[in-house]
């Protein structure tokens, strides 16, 4: 099995983990100092990702990236304070467990703030995240923005359950613009993303 460097920890992640969960530690409640915690580890990831197929091994670039995609990503990461988060990580203490983990965050995705949060992340991920594009012309970004849609899997998920749940009213279909002539349509109800192409404007919700 490969040994990759665990990468670092992506800025927009943090920062979207305290704004959707909220700036306190999903399991005691405090507050500071805070931390994104990953629910499954970068081994564990690894090895994830590197599962044979048809008794081979994946490509050495395939699966360093399948491995970041496990580990990065709003499914993985939930806010603990610096004292759970080590008692999670710690092999020594056994009594905070991943399946405790997982209840924390996902008690959280059923609360309608968070579930409102998640909705102004995906409109703001399908707007475009500024800096993402490395393409280049000239040695000058050619892009001020790029989408990444596989960023919004898990959000949509939680949003189209609180609408079964019943945990959230608000209108169930988002309509997030790209460029003059581009613009998402993404019926929250259910977790899917549709690209269309329109000769007008559309209103975007965030």
Sequence with gaps: MAAFERPSNPEYLRQATFRIFGEQCLRCGKNRPLEMAHIINW????????EEV???APPEAWHYAEAVRHFHHLGNVLPLCANCHTLYDGEQWEDVT???????????????????RLIDFVGAELSGRPNRC????????????AVDVDSCVWPLMWISQGYE???ICEEPNLIVPTGPEVHYHVPLSTP???MCTAEKPYLNRT
């Design 43 to 50: 081994p564990r990831c690894v090895t994830i990702a590197g």
């Design 54 to 56: 048809n008794g081979a």
């Design 98 to 116: 991943e399946s405790e983990i997982k209840g924390y965050r996902d008690t959280a995705v059923q609360e309608t703030g968070v579930l409102l």
């Design 134 to 145: 490395t393409h280049k012309v000239d040695r000058k970004r050619k892009h001020s923005h």
């Design 165 to 167: 749940l019943g945990l």
């Design 192 to 194: 899917q993303i549709r």
